[in-house]
């Protein structure tokens, strides 16, 4: 059974860093997975963060780029973000999610999700 856990929530002031993890189990190959990292402010749609694809390929919501990086460790079974110059506008419920695999390609929606971390900034 695929299961994702995250941590590394909490708050800190603007201007501050925060990195989260996300520890996957009931999966084996993270290194060739489609993962993502998403979140959800209150009142607000869900919307996606960072992905990461896998030949390794990163993308970003315009809001996060620079600030923001997603990366794996493959030792650890991980997935990261690592979140600098934080700001009020990225407090919000972030969550880990990851893609079908068959062994060689990634396929479909994002099919399994944590349970998600809080995160807030303060100003």
């Known amino acids: 059974q695929v299961k994702l856990v995250e941590s590394g929530g909490g708050s800190v002031q603007a201007g501050g860093s925060l990195r989260l993890s996300c520890t996957a189990s009931?999966?084996?190959?993270?290194?060739?997975?489609?993962m993502g990292w998403f979140r959800q402010a209150p009142g607000k749609e869900r919307e996606g963060v960072a992905h990461i694809d896998t030949n390794g390929t990163t993308s970003y919501v315009d809001s996060v780029k620079g600030r923001f990086t997603i990366s794996k460790d493959n030792a650890k079974n991980t997935l990261d973000l690592e979140m600098n110059s934080l700001k009020p506008d990225d407090t919000a419920v972030y969550y880990c999610?990851?893609?079908?695999?068959?062994?060689?390609?990634?396929?479909?929606?994002?099919?399994?999700w944590g349970q998600g971390t809080q995160v807030t900034v303060s100003s």
């Open positions: 999610a990851a893609k079908r695999f068959d062994g060689r390609y990634c396929y479909g929606d994002y099919t399994y």
């Open positions: 009931g999966f084996s190959y993270i290194s060739r997975r489609c």
